[in-house]
């Protein structure tokens, strides 16, 4: 994921760095402007025309289905391991810090004084998934673990001086 | 700033006109003097993560806190100066009134910087409840107070001044509508090209600022009763949805009052006229709403929040980029493609505007899904986007127009600290963006003091980044300090 929005973005930051750069390595020479105008307005249209059909495909592409696990429904039971986390000033409690590869696991995740953010962090120092840790609210992030290894939960959300300190570790066994 | 009338509306002495001009070169010179400040601050933190400077973690926070509330605010004042100029050569505006939201800004600035510098806060711009009150001891409730007292004092001069802008453009034009075009867009009136871009942005501007400052005001009066009286506990959710409505709206609405200098002055230089038009009134219409109703995309990773809340927000958030990219953006290549145009520090600053807060969108609509959000919302990629729009966007508008008004085009042409100011600026601003987002992209979360040893590298590139920076700010603040002062009027 990360990979792939970096080089998205440098590709369209690039395009239009070109145009920029065509608009002024052609810009010392005056022409008539009403000619450009006609022209430029004209493709104008079908510039707006673009981006509104990538505007539709995007929107569908990537809600549907809404990437967020349903709040209201219980996790409990057989089908998901559930963790209750909890973020304090600053150090985080989990009901349990391992958790089995495989199959789904229901972090329900809350903050016990102020805002904190839990990011899941692989072996590789990447970020594999995260939630707000809200005091007064239980969010639930549902995430399946591919790979077994030793995980590291960071605070994403500043939280004051030992913001940075905020670390636990979270071990994921593969399944037997 | 000459005298100027339009139908017997807008009318002003010398003296009111040579007042204005003091006013408006105090907003910019006081604005790049605290962007430097500010800048600097930035440029200790990354060496500080780079470990190439030592500082506590408090110290790192509170100077995190200045930065982030000093450019927000400043990038306020100084932009408010940008817009007031040309603004009040179409509308009857207060020179007093102008100066009063200045001295308010100021007895804010002075209680955050109290608030931080010796009451110790470091609770960041974003004052989340119930960080402010709660920091174990860090802090005082009373340096938190102050911090959040001076927000408020802060709003409520912007709200003064805005209530002489709104007074000022409902009687030249009789209604926000009007001053939008609505009539001229809805097919009510015929179309007017001769319409001025800077009232609509201005109307833009004063209707959204309005309401985002006071949504801010709202939440500022809920947290100062909290940290005094504990038993009133404000919903967390509900807070921060102000808050970041708030933010969202006040710092978006700096690049769409800045953007006047764009509209004013490329024309100047192109000799090409920028002219409203129905796109152009439907556009800024869009924008109105969008800047409001887009702030959800700050909340993606709260998942209490309502799902078509969410889903509007990234919806909007890519909406919202699209005027930028089909109007301004594109009317701004359009003018200076094949015009001759007189290339300064000037045009070269207002026209790299145009390239930064287009390129800054393309990765905040990207961050804006839900499904890109979740792995890198509070990463550097953040900053990497709002460093990319408000560095090379926001700045360069104002930047620029400090140029124009220093007569750079009089004096006889840019000097070699002109260019190595703006070369070092502009490659510097690249590399701060682009290591920020690669940062982002290779997960390490913002807001940490202290990096780990993997991440210190890209904290070494965002170091060497910030002082190219800085050194291009440097010689644009020693041409404002020594050349501002005393230029005439540009005409």
């Not at chain 1, 089908?79 to 495989?102: E, I």
């Not at chain 2, 030592?54 to 100066?81: C, E, K, N, R, W």
């Not at chain 2, 556009?283 to 702030?295: D, E, G, P, S």
Request: charged residues 10%; glycine residues 10%.
């Amino acid at each position: 994921m990360q990979s792939t929005v970096w080089f998205i973005t440098l590709a369209c930051v690039a395009l239009l760095a070109a145009v920029f750069y065509y608009v002024i390595s052609n810009s010392k020479t005056p022409e008539e402007y009403p000619p450009i105008q006609k022209k430029w307005y004209s493709f104008r249209g079908k510039w707006f025309l673009f981006l509104a059909g990538l505007w539709v495909v995007v929107t569908f592409a990537t809600l549907m289905p809404f990437p967020i696990a349903p709040q209201a429904q219980a996790y409990s039971g057989d089908g998901y391991q559930v963790v209750d986390v909890s973020g304090h000033q600053w150090y985080w409690t989990m009901s349990t810090d391992t958790v089995v590869a495989g199959k789904p696991v229901a972090f329900q995740v809350t903050g016990a004084d102020v805002n904190h953010g839990l990011g899941i962090y692989d072996e590789d120092l990447t970020l594999v998934a995260q939630v707000q840790a809200m005091p007064g609210y239980t969010n639930k992030l549902i995430y399946t673990f591919d790979e077994p290894g030793k995980y590291r939960i960071l605070c994403l959300e500043y939280c004051g001086l030992a913001h940075h300190a905020m670390i636990a570790e979270l071990n994921v066994e593969a399944a037997s | 700033m000459s005298t100027t009338t339009l139908s017997g509306t807008v009318s002003y002495s010398e003296a009111e006109n040579q007042g204005a001009l003091v006013a408006v070169k105090t907003h910019l010179i006081v604005g790049i003097l605290v962007f430097l400040l500010m800048m600097l601050a930035g440029a200790v933190m990354r060496a500080a993560q780079g470990n190439m400077f030592t500082i506590s973690p408090d110290l790192f926070y509170q100077f995190m806190t200045v930065h982030g509330a000093g450019m927000v605010g400043t990038a306020g004042i100084a932009s408010t100066g940008v817009l007031w100029y040309f603004l009040r050569q179409y509308v009857q505006l207060s020179t007093k009134i102008f100066w009063i939201n200045f001295g308010i800004f100021l007895t804010g600035v002075v209680l955050i910087l109290g608030s931080i510098f010796l009451g110790k806060y470091g609770g960041a711009w974003t004052f989340l409840y119930p960080l402010p009150g709660i920091s174990l001891g860090a802090w005082s409730a009373g340096a938190a107070a102050a911090f959040l007292l001076g927000l408020l004092v802060i709003g409520t001069g912007f709200l003064i001044l805005y209530l002489d802008v709104g007074r000022a453009i409902l009687a030249r034009y009789g209604s926000f509508g009007r001053a939008l075009g609505l009539p001229q867009l809805f097919g009510k009136e015929p179309v007017d090209t001769s319409h001025p871009p800077t009232v609509v942005a201005g109307t833009m501007v004063l209707i959204v600022n309005f309401l985002g400052i006071a949504a801010g005001a709202v939440v500022l009066v809920m947290m100062l009763v909290n940290l005094y009286n504990p038993e009133f506990k404000p919903d967390a959710l509900l807070i921060k949805n102000l808050i970041y409505f708030f933010g969202h709206v006040f710092i978006n609405a700096t690049i769409y009052a800045s953007v006047t200098a764009v509209y004013e002055l490329l024309p100047r230089y192109t000799g090409r006229p920028w002219k409203t038009s129905k796109v152009f009134y439907a556009a800024w219409l869009a924008i109105v709403f969008m800047v409001m109703a887009v702030y959800p995309h700050h909340l993606m990773m709260d998942f209490a929040m309502p799902p078509w809340a969410l889903i509007v927000g990234q919806v909007l958030s890519y909406g919202s980029g699209v005027p930028v990219m089909v109007v301004t953006g594109y009317g701004a290549l359009m003018i200076v493609y094949r015009s001759g145009i007189q290339w300064n520090t000037t045009t070269k600053l207002l026209f790299l505007s145009m390239f930064g807060w287009a390129a800054g969108v393309i990765p905040a609509i990207i961050d804006a899904m839900v499904t890109v959000n979740r792995v890198f919302h509070n990463t550097l990629w953040v900053p990497g986007h709002f460093h990319f729009y408000l560095l090379l966007g926001l700045l360069p508008m104002i930047f620029g127009f400090a140029y124009h008004l220093l007569g750079e085009a009089k004096e006889g042409g840019t000097t070699m600290a002109d260019r190595l100011g703006f070369y070092s600026f502009l490659g510097g601003g690249l590399l701060l963006a682009f290591t920020f987002l690669a940062s982002g992209a290779s997960s390490i979360p913002r807001r940490w003091a202290v990096h780990m040893d993997e991440w210190i590298p890209m904290a070494h590139w965002g170091t060497l980044a910030a002082i190219l920076v800085v050194l291009g700010v440097l010689l644009f603040t020693w041409r404002a300090l020594t050349a501002l002062p005393r230029a005439p009027e540009p005409s």
